[in-house]
Nanobody, 127 residues
Framework: QVKVVESGGGLVQVGGSLTLSCAVS??????????MAWFRQGPGKERDIVAS???????HYADSVKGRFTISRDNSKNTLSLRMSSLQPEDTATYYC???????????????????WGQGTQVTVSS
């Protein structure tokens, strides 16, 4: 069984920074997390991908966060981070960590491609 747990959300002012963390654990944690990603879901919106990273550190970012967010991972610990800077009110959302085991050149981008999910952590950017 694979368990995914996020942490690090909170309230931040416009222009501020925040770092989210995610840990994948379980008997097959390493094999189950070839691709790891952050998704977010704002109020009344669909859950969309924010950034992803493969085990070999190939990254992809949504256009809306390029240059502001940085995704990273520690393969030895099966952990994932998202450093968010220059936060804006439109970044307010519940952020989810996701993992999947498929071996591929780059990570998929749809929620249906990821079988393992955390419970989500709230990020609120106040103006």
């Amino acid at each position: 069984q694979v368990k995914v747990v996020e942490s690090g959300g909170g309230l931040v002012q416009v222009g501020g920074s925040l770092t989210l963390s995610c840990a994948v654990s379980g008997d097959s944690a390493s094999a189950s997390s070839y691709c790891m990603a952050w998704f977010r879901q704002g109020p009344g919106k669909e859950r969309d991908i924010v950034a992803s990273i493969t085990k070999f550190y190939y990254t992809h970012y949504a256009d809306s966060v390029k240059g502001r967010f940085t995704i990273s991972r520690d393969n030895s610990k099966n952990t994932l981070s998202l450093r968010m800077s220059s936060l804006q009110p439109e970044d307010t959302a519940t952020y989810y960590c996701a993992a999947e085991a498929g071996y591929r050149a780059e990570c998929p981008a749809l929620t249906t491609d990821f079988p393992y999910w955390g419970q989500g952590t709230q990020v609120t950017v106040s103006s």
